[in-house]
């Protein structure tokens, strides 16, 4: 039954979604053709245009990825949608109609380069749309296929997808009751970085006003000697050539296997021969090239790259616990540890004496890797554009998940599901259990959607004279802003990565 189900008419044709809690529905909208046959490493081509009204009452497609391993497959939902046509993304609206000019945020998913899509429960953008906000979430191509440095491919093809799907909002969403002109990119992990990595992007410019990265900024990128490492171990695994013609010719699933393989190898504890090259764990991430990322997004931020557009950036309190709790590391690091492992990653004894102050080694390790891969570079994020006089605004969210017998804390990707006011959702709950505090929903929603809305979160602009970071959860209660929480760590870390 169709009657009264809403319908929007794009430039490709006319899509018909649902309506639920007054709110307005369209999924699996694409915004690309399928990168299939010769597009399947080619960058996203347009999509052919369709007769009638096409369905648009279930997610679409997902890119082709691996499933999360154990234990973190109980932890993170992950849905697999089987399909062609995967570069489609999600809308809900309050206003399906072409005078609303509503602000729009558009969403892009995490999952280290290699998995998740816009179909997770977590992100449903009803709440977003309850509060005047236009919800977009995207798919792109992840792993090899997005990722891959490849001789007779465009690079950074998963970032194309994403420009793409934000040249789709440009384009279309005015008919869905967006202002194409209020456009907010955002994302957390992967996403984040993509998000900052679109910021300093001169293909970006013009296609949105405001970036909220969620853990992740832009610092990683891989050389293009890296890159080239990896495809080539890839190829020697699978004995074929290093190719995207070489790639096609292999079975799906033992091409994602040997993905997945190589991803764990990677981001397992020993660095030395990954690390020296650059790698910071995920084999499949942007690298640098001549057009969309000709150098590291952090240098041209510090350039004024992006100066038009407004951030909101932060970390969670404990984002290592993610990966040290679930895999039983953090009780087993010694105080003799910590100072070889701080080595890894660049710091010396020095800098790594101002972990050993933490309540156990382990925590201090974490600490260590948390500010080495999330906090340092997003508080470097923030003083580019709190330099140049742009608009920058931090926050650390601390609210402690009871999961995992409450070891797993402020960890990383705990936070999500406050942003998108998603408490209720099931899919959320192997990260912060079926309790988790409203209050704190509320408030962290209310500021996403004030930033989206007014390019203003509510709390001081994060400003080289007052380092202001808004406090999300902890011991202090609501509305805490804090100056420089971290400051004395974060200066120590100048002059490295």
């Not at 040997?258 to 504890?269: G, K, W, Y």
Request: glycine letters at 12%; proline letters at 8%.
């Amino acid at each position: 039954m169709t009657e009264g189900l809403p319908v929007v008419t794009t430039s490709r044709g006319a899509v018909r979604g649902v309506v639920d809690d007054d709110v307005a529905i369209f999924r699996g909208i694409p915004y690309a053709a399928p990168p299939v046959g010769p597009l399947r490493f080619a960058a996203p081509a347009p999509v052919a245009a369709w007769d009638g009204v096409r369905d648009a009452t279930a997610y679409g497609p997902t890119p082709t990825k691996p499933r999360y391993a154990p234990p973190f497959d109980a932890m993170l939902s992950d849905p697999i949608v089987p399909g062609d046509d995967v570069l489609n993304l999600n809308v809900w609206t309050p206003r399906p109609d072409g005078d609303a000019a509503l602000p729009v945020l558009v969403w892009i998913h995490g999952g280290a380069f290699r998995s998740g899509t816009g179909a997770v429960g977590t992100y449903d953008g009803r709440a977003f749309a309850r509060d005047g906000v236009v919800c977009v979430t995207i798919n792109y191509r992840l792993g090899m296929d997005g990722f891959g440095l490849l001789p007779d491919a465009p690079d950074n093809r998963g970032l194309l997808d994403q420009v793409a799907a934000l040249e789709w909002v440009q384009g279309e969403i005015a008919a869905f009751g967006g202002d194409p002109d209020r456009v907010t990119i955002a994302g957390e992990s992967a996403g984040a970085m993509s998000a900052v990595t679109l910021l300093a992007a001169e293909r970006a410019r013009g296609l949105f006003r405001g970036v909220i990265a969620q853990s992740g900024a832009g610092h990683h990128v891989q050389s293009r000697e890296s890159a080239g490492r990896v495809a080539a171990e890839l190829g020697r695994r699978l004995d074929v050539e290093p190719t995207a013609a070489g790639f096609a010719t292999v079975d799906v699933d033992r091409f994602v296997q040997a993905q997945l393989d190589l991803s764990n190898e990677v981001s397992s504890t020993d660095r030395a021969s990954w690390g020296a090259l650059g790698l910071d764990g995920m084999p499949f991430e942007p690298v640098l090239d001549d057009a969309l990322v000709p150098r590291r997004p952090i240098a041209a931020l510090q350039d004024a790259a992006g100066a038009g557009a407004r951030l909101l950036i932060g970390t969670n309190e404990e984002e290592y616990r993610f990966w040290m709790v679930p895999l039983g590391i953090l009780p087993h690091v010694t105080a003799e540890a910590l100072a070889p492992a701080a080595a890894v990653y660049g710091a010396g004894p020095e800098l790594a004496a101002r972990y050993a102050d933490e309540p156990t080694p382990g925590q201090g390790l974490e600490q260590l890797i948390t500010d080495w891969f999330f906090r340092v570079p997003a508080l470097r994020a923030a003083e580019a554009p709190a330099a140049a006089g742009a608009g920058a605004w931090v926050y650390e969210f601390r609210w402690r998940s009871p999961v995992l017998d409450g070891q797993l804390g402020a960890a990383h990707a705990v936070e999500i599901a406050f942003a998108f006011d998603r408490l209720a959702d099931e899919s959320g709950w192997g990260m912060i259990g079926p309790d988790a505090p409203q209050p704190l929903a509320d408030e962290m929603h209310a500021a996403w959607v004030a930033f989206v809305r007014d390019g203003d979160p509510g709390w001081p602009a994060y400003v080289p004279d007052a380092r202001a970071v808004r406090v999300f959860g902890g011991d202090a209660g609501a509305g805490v802003v804090e100056d420089d929480p971290r400051g004395a760590r974060r200066a120590a870390w100048d002059g490295l990565r």
